[in-house]
Structures are given as structure tokens and as C-alpha cells.
């Protein structure tokens, strides 16, 4: 469970980003924040794994402070909270597997990971992993090779493979097309439903959070102005997070479509997957 108290953060120019933020994350609940461009959606992410230092306020991860630990205990709890990114963040030459492999590198010595000599679990559940978000055909593939959503989708394996009691997710569909953004929501929230992890997803697309997530929190001016399921989106909660406008269109929700194969992600066709003996003799190469 994630839990914020009274959260601020002042910048040194004197800016307010954030005043007074409290809110608790429930097991396996994912929240969509929703703001204008500057409301502190991503302040407030990085404040609680503390890439931005909050200026007061307390963030509790299960029984740790967050807040009150020092650089080592630090280091040790971030390796229990996944990140996300808008852009990825992938290693671009380096393949599919050793990019999600990269999640254990809280966890493995700098010269076994300089090499590229992960214990053997770690290899076995990043095949599992990578089988979870589709992209089994892909392990050996250069980064720099996928598509938006299968980068994505590495990006959501490299983040399971640290084991985290935590996701936070910085905009996750702002360089996707309308399909991929769904198919990306969908898997981030089932595999948080599967996990039991808590999520935070900063996301810009109302519709696309409305559609997706059971509970959201919306930021006006480092303030929480909205608590609660996406029903409750109406037009003048919407103008209270935005300002005014017409959000008829916006609060419409529609029909979810059927997912179709990965192929329409860019999948080759006639990819052949591989056999359990090349398998077996690639996990051999990493350990």
C-alpha cells in the first residue's frame, strides 16, 4: 500500500508545485492523475520516489518512510518501485532481454552486471515476463528495432523485473497511436490486477483514463481537486481540474474494441518462435 501525507514541494525559484497531497493507494489499485500542463502530475511521481526531494509531507511504501530514509536505505527502496516512461528509456542497442534484464541491476554486483552475467532465475523470469507482454519472439531483437508499443511493452517487463511493490507510470500512450494506447492500458492495469501491485499512471488522455482505471485523482495548481471513480468526471469537475470548455465529447465514453493480434504492432509475419533447445543454450550465455 502506498501512502502520502500532506505532501509539498516548493522549488527554490519559490514555484509551488505541489501543496498538501494526501491520498492512499490501495493493493493492486491503479490511479489515473490527470492535470493541465503544469499541475504537478509528474512532481508529484517523482516526489515519491524521491528523483524530486518533497519539501514536507511523508510517503509511507507498506511499513517503509521514504521520506525519512538516507542515501543506502534509499537505494534499497527504490528498488521495490518500478518507473515507467513516456519515452521509453531503453538502452537502444542493446536487445530486448538485456534491456529487461537491466531491472536487476539494483540487486546484481556492477561486474556481473557490466558482463552481462545474471543469476539464472533472473534470466527464467524475464523470458516469463516477456512472454506476459507478447514480445516472447522478440528477446534477441535490438531496441532500436521495435515499434512504440513494443518498446513500451519492454519497458513494462523491465519494470517487473526489478519485483516492485510499486509502479509509477509517466505518461505511458502520449507517443501512441489510439489502439496501441489501449492495448498498453489494458495490460499495465491486468497485470496490476494480477500482481496485487499499486499503480499510478500520469496520463494526459481523459478518455483513455476514464476507460481503464477505476479511480482518479486530478491536479489543479499542486492540489488535489477530484478523489474518485471516473463516473464522477462530469463537465464542471472538468472545468474545476482545466478550466472551461466543452467536454461533452471528452466525458463520452466508448465501447472497447477487440484486440487484434500484435502483428498490427509490426510483427513480422511468419516469425518462428524458438525452440526450447536454442532457448535453454540463450539462458546459458547469460548466466
Known amino acids: 500500500m502506498l501512502r502520502l501525507t500532506n505532501l509539498s514541494k516548493v522549488y527554490a ?18 490511479v489515473g492523475l490527470i492535470g493541465p500542463s503544469g499541475a504537478g502530475k509528474s512532481t508529484l511521481i517523482r516526489c515519491i520516489n524521491r528523483l524530486v526531494e518533497p519539501t514536507s509531507g ?15 536505505g ?10 515507467i516512461f513516456q519515452e521509453y528509456a531503453l538502452v537502444e542497442r542493446l536487445t ?14 556492477f561486474w556481473r552486471s557490466f558482463f552481462r552475467k545474471f543469476p539464472p532465475e533472473a534470466v527464467a523470469n524475464a523470458y516469463r515476463l516477456l512472454d506476459r507482454v507478447g514480445l516472447s519472439a522478440h528477446v534477441d531483437k535490438r531496441a532500436d528495432a521495435l515499434s512504440g508499443g513494443q518498446r513500451q511493452r519492454v519497458g513494462i517487463a523491465r519494470a517487473l523485473a526489478q519485483n516492485p ?32 501491485l499499486p499503480a499510478i499512471i500520469n496520463i494526459h488522455d481523459v478518455a483513455l483514463a476514464q476507460q481503464f482505471v477505476r479511480r482518479i485523482i486530478g491536479l489543479q ?5 477530484f478523489d474518485g471513480s471516473p463516473d464522477g468526471l462530469d463537465a464542471e469537475v472538468l472545468t474545476k481540474i482545466y478550466g472551461e470548455e466543452d467536454w461533452s465529447a471528452t466525458i463520452r465514453k466508448t465501447d472497447d474494441d477487440v484486440d487484434e493480434d500484435l502483428a498490427d ?13 536454442a532457448r535453454r543454450e540463450r539462458m546459458a550465455g547469460l548466466t
Open 74 to 83: 534509499l537505494r534499497r527502496a527504490r528498488r521495490r518501485i518500478g518507473m
Open 265 to 277: 504492432e509490426g510483427e513480422p509475419a511468419g516469425v518462428v518462435q524458438e525452440t526450447e533447445a
Open 58 to 72: 511523508q510517503v509511507h511504501l507498506g511499513d517503509m518512510e521514504i521520506t525519512g530514509m538516507r542515501r543506502h
Open 221 to 225: 495548481s499542486g492540489h488535489v481537486v
Open 96 to 109: 530486448v532481454m538485456e534491456n529487461v534484464l537491466s531491472g536487476q541491476l539494483g540487486y546484481v554486483g
Open 165 to 196: 511493490d510499486l509502479l509509477l507510470i509517466d505518461e505511458p500512450t502520449a507517443s501512441l497511436d489510439p489502439k496501441t494506447s489501449r492495448q498498453i492500458m489494458r495490460l499495465i492495469v491486468e497485470i496490476c490486477d494480477e500482481r496485487g
Open 13 to 30: 525559484t519559490g514555484d509551488r508545485a505541489l501543496t498538501d497531497v494526501s491520498f492512499t493507494v490501495e493493493p493492486g489499485q491503479v
